[in-house]
């Protein structure tokens, strides 16, 4: 099929998933004159509890959307990022941020509850682009359009189809065929809640704490530092269909037995938590077909532990809009953005699985420098 100078400005772009690297993208194919629809299935976006990291590299394309200033001011900008022994509490590595980090990596680097980032982004999409709940059931790509069936009943039409609906993507089937999520037997604990119940203990800014077999970051979400953040990881067991359920302090304090006492007062004063199962992809190495394109979780999920799975799906989409930007031919372009994109991905999936990112001295530069906005758009140099 032949879809040559299809995609011009004012072309019509469905984007399926309105999560962090959706709503980016449909930002800035707006702001470029694409006609854009946003397809969610959720009813609405819920305020759950997840504290996110948002590196200099994601607030690069912040940047880019005027969306930075707000969530800079909201968010917590950590002197340093440290690595702890589980038990002693030794210091492995401590990485600088703030200042030191603003210079090094070109913006700064915060650590925000994870609605506000999601908010920020939103805010940049123009009011009535997000058609809530619109599961995608199937998409099909004909001559003239590609055509899109929800679990409603309803049908939609358009020039291209981006496909940013995460781990579990259905646009993936429609360019790979039949490809499922993969529980990697860890589940990540997580709860949110007001510091005032730490009974007076200080927590230093964004540290991690490295067991044998499991870890646990805690920092704030806030610069007013009334609310505090644990996510886990640890080994466990998954048979829910539900993206996460609510779990017992008794099981999360037992899986952290013997860490530091700092830890376990962080766990044994959360009044509620909950328990996600971490879940993967195996890595596939196409991500466009005809009119459809992946972005995000949808073509290179993976584990958390390098903190980047939505910096990669955000980068992705500054880097696919321009390079729809670059060429009419959506075969070029999607062609051109997954040269750009996969190294880096590949890279950061790897390091991710490996779970070794900042445990000791390490220089995260290639990581945090990295500028979606201005990066050439030609396969990086190996
Ligand atoms: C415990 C944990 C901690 C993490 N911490 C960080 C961190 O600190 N920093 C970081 O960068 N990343 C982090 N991540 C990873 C990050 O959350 C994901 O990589 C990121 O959300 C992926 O963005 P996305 O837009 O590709 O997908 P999502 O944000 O998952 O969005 C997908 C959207 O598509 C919608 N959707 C799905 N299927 C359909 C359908 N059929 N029809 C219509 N809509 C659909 C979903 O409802 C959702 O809104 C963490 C992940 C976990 C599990």
Redesign the pocket.
């Known amino acids: 099929m032949i879809l040559g100078a299809l995609m011009k400005r004012g072309s019509h772009i469905a984007v ?7 709503a980016t993208a449909a930002a800035l194919l707006q702001r470029e004159g694409f006609q854009v629809r946003l ?4 009813r609405s976006f819920e305020r759950i509890g ?1 504290g ?2 948002v590196s200099a590299n994601v607030m690069k394309v912040l940047h880019h959307l005027d969306a930075e200033h707000r969530l800079s001011q909201l968010g917590i900008h950590p002197d340093t990022f440290t690595s702890r022994e589980w038990n002693t509490g030794d210091v492995l590595f401590e990485l600088p941020l703030g200042n030191t980090g603003r210079q090094k990596y070109g913006a700064s680097y915060i650590t925000v509850h994870r609605h506000d980032l999601h908010a920020a982004l939103l805010e940049k999409v123009r009011p009535g682009t997000i058609e809530f709940d ?3 059931t199937a998409v099909r790509s004909d001559g003239a359009a590609a055509r899109l069936s929800f679990a409603d009943g309803s049908s939609a039409e358009a020039d291209l189809v981006i496909g ?7 646009v993936r089937e429609a360019v790979v065929g039949p490809s499922k999520s993969r529980f990697t037997g860890a589940v ?1 604990h ?1 709860a949110i809640y007001p510091s005032a119940l730490l009974n007076g203990l200080q927590v230093r800014n964004c540290t991690k704490w490295w067991g044998p077999n499991s870890h646990i970051l805690i920092y704030y979400i806030e610069q007013t530092r009334k609310e505090i953040y644990l ?1 886990t990881s640890a080994k466990g067991d998954w048979n829910s269909e539900a993206p996460w359920e609510f779990c017992t302090r008794e099981e999360v304090a037992s899986a952290f037995e013997g860490f530091h006492p700092e830890v376990r007062q962080v766990i044994e004063t959360a009044p509620q938590l909950t328990k ?1 199962p ?1 879940l993967d992809i195996n890595p596939i190495d196409k991500w466009s077909e005809g009119r459809l394109v992946l ?4 073509c290179h ?1 993976m584990t ?1 532990y390098m ?5 990669m ?1 955000i980068e992705d989409a500054a880097v696919l809009v321009r390079c729809m930007l670059q060429s009419d031919d959506p075969a070029t372009a999607f062609a051109l953005y997954q040269a750009v994109r996969m190294p880096r991905v590949s890279k950061v999936q790897r390091i991710s699985a490996e779970n070794t990112f900042l445990r000791y001295p390490t220089d995260p530069a290639w990581v945090f420098a990295y500028d979606a906005v201005t990066v050439p758009l030609e396969p990086p140099q190996q």
């Open positions: 399926i998933g309105a999560g962090l690297g959706g397809y969610e299935q959720a997840a996110i990291h619109k599961r995608l940013a609906d995460g781990v579990n993507s259905k990540a997580r996510v996600w971490i972005l995000g979780d949808a999920a958390p903190a980047s799975g939505a910096a799906a």
